[in-house]
């Protein structure tokens, strides 16, 4: 069983509640050694005295504050109990508030408190009743030599008491270039804030958090694994020379970042309207061109027949030479213009059809 970093009491009105405090995380990075390049041998560091470079033990040492130089005031850790005792043993709650309204900022140390003798049922009660009305505790405690604002919160059957910082310890950002929201460079427009929307919606899911996993640990212990099967653990890895990178652009096409995240094309440049009648027409399928090709191909040859010796009947045979003259070069030109190229033949055969008869009684 894990053994607890403190105990004392909750303490809110006249209610008091025995518990014990754990730690709640614990740090999973590379603990790595320094050693020493030349041959690879550990680096110590020794507790010395500096008056007389003589090493010290954890025994002989204690803790005191330098009030002048040079000169301390040693405080042990009963003094620092005595200084305020109820400070040092109570978990003090100052008010209830709601969690939205203490931003994560604020969060810096998460700790278990789990009930002590005889605690049980008033623990119970404030997690019940913490967990009815929606809201955290705010509280004062000390953990070793530093008051702690906290914020007491119900996590499952648990009640997790995390540190939270002050406001002076919360460096302002009066000197970083925030862009406002209402300067020209932050301008969004409805576009691209419909399209971030469809990429966080895209991407929402449920929290699991045992699918997330130090990835970056996995990777750095794999090559230890391969560096020990290869025997290069002496091996010291230079870094390649650097290349020269691209000249970035301060320029961002955020349409086309926000459409390649969707799984789209980008989206290509807005052309002018004068650049829309230069556009190549549609293509055709395959039907219409086979059409149009029947109607652009000349007539199949008819069989010659006697000329005729009347003006109506030698007019006819013009009129067909014509029409076949403009179908001929028909796959240059538009099918509409074969047809226009027609109609003035067609009346031309007419009008001379009608005026043979007067031609042969003035004959007569």
Sequence with gaps: ??????????????????????TAVSDNGLDLNML?????????????????????????IVKGYEYSDGEYVVLSDEDLRRANPEATQTIDILAFVNADQVPLLYYEQPYYLAPGKGGDKVYALLRETLREVGKIGIANVVI?????????VCVGDTIVLNTLRYPDEIRPTDELKIPDADSKAAQVTEKELQMAKALVEGMSEKWKPNQYHDSYREDIMALIKKKVAANQTKTITEPDPEEEKPAKTNVIDLVSLLQASLGKKPAKAARDDDDDDDDPPPRKSRKLAADDDADDAPPPPRARKAPARSGAHAAAPAAKRTTAAAKVP???????????????????????????????????
């Design 1 to 22: 069983m894990a053994r607890s970093m403190w105990k004392g009491a909750i303490s809110f009105g006249l209610v008091h509640i025995p518990v014990e405090m754990y």
């Design 144 to 152: 070793r030599v530093k008051q702690h604002l906290a914020a007491l």
């Design 330 to 364: 028909a796959k240059a030109a538009a099918k509409p213009a074969a047809k226009s190229a027609a109609k003035p033949a067609a009346k031309a055969a007419t009008a001379a059809a009608a005026k043979a008869p007067a031609r042969r009684r003035k004959a007569a």
């Design 36 to 60: 020493d390049r030349r041959d690879f041998s550990p680096i110590g560091f020794k507790r010395y005295n500096k008056n007389t470079g003589k090493d010290v033990s954890w025994d002989d």
